[in-house]
């Protein structure tokens, strides 16, 4: 339940990302800039979704407080800043610095993804059980 909300959610924030580099490509920077903006809220949403709410839970049912919600946070603030990165290099007009650390970006963000796709989401729907799906709809409500 928890697994697929949460990969439903990064294969959108994906699909921000692609649009964004698409246009960039194309040279269409105005229209690039919009699908990165809406990209980098997208992803840093995701973040909050889970550090207020997923790992907040899965900490409480587990006593695990370090391990993989302390390694996923530490990789949050790492990708917090190579968002920011681009957003300044898109903004200076340096669109190969963009793409550069969008590359960089994009790597650390699917192997982050994978951990949570193939360990921590499925614990987390172990740890929550039958109130996996509260915390689905609590996820929903979230303001974007």
Do not use: W
């Amino acid at each position: 339940m928890i697994l697929e909300f949460m990969r439903d959610d990064h294969r959108a924030c994906d699909h921000l990302y692609a649009e964004a580099e698409t246009a960039l490509m194309a040279k269409e920077t105005k229209k690039g800039a919009e699908a990165f903006k809406q990209f980098s809220k997208a992803t840093l949403h995701h973040f909050d979704m889970e550090e207020k709410e997923l790992f907040l839970a899965f900490e409480k049912r587990t006593g695990m407080m370090g391990g993989p919600t302390q390694m996923m946070r530490y990789e949050h603030q790492q990708l917090r800043s190579l968002l920011e990165s681009m957003r300044l290099a898109l903004e200076e007009s340096r669109i190969n610095d963009f793409f550069g650390i969008g590359e960089s970006m994009m790597i650390m963000l699917q192997q982050h993804n994978m951990k949570e796709e193939q360990m921590l989401y499925p614990m987390t729907d172990r740890a929550l059980g039958g109130d996996a799906e509260l915390m689905v709809q609590t996820l929903r409500e979230m303001k974007r």
